[in-house]
Structures are given as C-alpha cells and as structure tokens.
T-cell receptor, first 112, second 113 residues
Framework: AQSVTQLGSHVSVSEGALVLLRCNYSSSVPPYLFWYVQYPNQGLQLLLKYTTGATLVKGINGFEAEFKKSETSFHLTKPSAHMSDAAEYFCAVISGTYKYIFGTGTRLKVLA | NAGVTQTPKFRVLKTGQSMTLLCAQDMNHEYMYWYRQDPGMGLRLIHYSVGEGTTAKGEVPDGYNVSRLKKQNFLLGLESAAPSQTSVYFC????????????FGDGTRLSIL
C-alpha cells in the first residue's frame, strides 16, 4: 500500500534562505507524486506533480521537487524564501487509480 | 471560472442535529471526494465518487452519508452530529485519467457543540 511521510510538522526559515521540505513515500508501483500548498482559510492548491519522465519537476512560485527513486523521496525546495511562502505544504501520492494519500503536512514559517 | 464551490463556509451545530454540505464543480470532472482536515492529521478521506450515481467509503466514513445524483454535485450529510465531527471539510474533484491532480474547494468549517 502507498503511504507518505513528511518529516517536520513545522519548519522555519529566514527570508531569502533555502526552503527544504521533506517527503518520503512508500509505493509498490511507480508513484505519481504531488505537492500542494494551503494558505490560511483556503483549500489546497497544486504546486507541482511528478508522473513520469524528468525527475526534476518545476512548479509555481519558484518551487521545484526532485523524484529520487533510490531514496524514495520527493523533497520540495525553493532557493530563496519569501514572506508570501508562509503556508502549509502537503505531499501526496496516488494509491490505485483515484485515491490520494496525503502526508500530515508541514507548516512553513518565514522569518523577516 | 468557479472551479469547486462549497456551501456553507461556516456552520455551528448542536449535538444530534443534522445537516448537508454541498459541493459543486463546473469542470466536468468524473471523480469527487470529501475529506476532513484535523490538526496534525492531514487530510482523511471520508467518501468518494467515481461517477454520477456511484459512491464509495473512504478511510473515515462512519457518521457520514453522501449522494451524487448529478455529475457536478456531491453532497455530504451528517445524520446526527457529534462533537468528534468538528473539523474542516474539503471537497475535491479530478478527471478520471490516472495521475490527474485534485482541485479543492475552500472548505467548510463545522463546529459541533
């Protein structure tokens, strides 16, 4: 069965610093992986997705993630944090055809 | 372009009351989902539907019922609300092809007193 683990429920970075949010997955088949962002009082918005092909995936707002099969990881990065990046981030994997398994989320705080 | 719309946005109920949450999508998506979001637990799937007239149980279905009489609407019902159902409820939809992302509504914040 597929599963997702997000390491660190809270991450703080200084404005302008590197953002690294960790996601590890478990899957018996080639996974489809997603990162979503949730701003306060809003629903989840898709940041980026990995299906097949290039392992480095670029998303919106300057975020990117790299699929590493050997490490079963799909970490989210951004070279330089902005105050507007403060939000909660969720990693997800598709289980079967239409069920999504979400991680428990990482709340990113950006310090001025 | 509305996407996924949830009604109502906020609601306070007393224990034992019933209510229905409405989700409407205008993207002609086949799949629709109901999740609940609780602190530290991520999103947990309550029920889902893979097409008009079909529904299935998710991870935490107890105390909830759903219906999908029209392709664009997915209703979530609480028959007899309990304080443990205090949560934020999200509806999502997606195309039926594999690897398609889900599109989310803005949520319904429900408090059961």
């Amino acid at each position: 069965a597929q599963s997702v683990t997000q390491l660190g429920s809270h991450v703080s970075v200084s404005e302008g610093a590197l953002v690294l949010l960790r996601c590890n997955y478990s899957s018996s088949v080639p996974p489809y992986l997603f990162w979503y962002v949730q701003y306060p009082n809003q629903g989840l918005q898709l940041l980026l997705k990995y299906t097949t092909g290039a392992t480095l995936v670029k998303g919106i707002n300057g975020f990117e993630a790299e699929f590493k099969k050997s490490e079963t990881s799909f970490h989210l990065t951004k070279p330089s944090a902005h105050m507007s990046d403060a939000a909660e981030y969720f990693c997800a994997v598709i289980s079967g055809t239409y069920k999504y398994i979400f991680g428990t989320g990482t709340r990113l705080k950006v310090l001025a | 372009n509305a996407g996924v719309t949830q009604t109502p946005k906020f609601r306070v109920l007393k224990t034992g009351q019933s209510m229905t949450l409405l989700c409407a999508q205008d993207m002609n998506h086949e799949y629709m989902y109901w999740y609940r979001q609780d602190p530290g637990m991520g999103l947990r799937l309550i029920h889902y539907s893979v097409g008009e007239g079909t529904t299935a149980k998710g991870e935490v279905p107890d105390g909830y019922n759903v219906s999908r009489l029209k392709k664009q609407n997915f209703l979530l019902g609480l028959e007899s609300a309990a304080p443990s159902q205090t949560s934020v409820y999200f509806c999502a939809s997606s195309l039926s092809r594999k690897n398609q992302p889900q599109h989310f509504g803005d949520g319904t914040r429900l408090s059961i007193l």
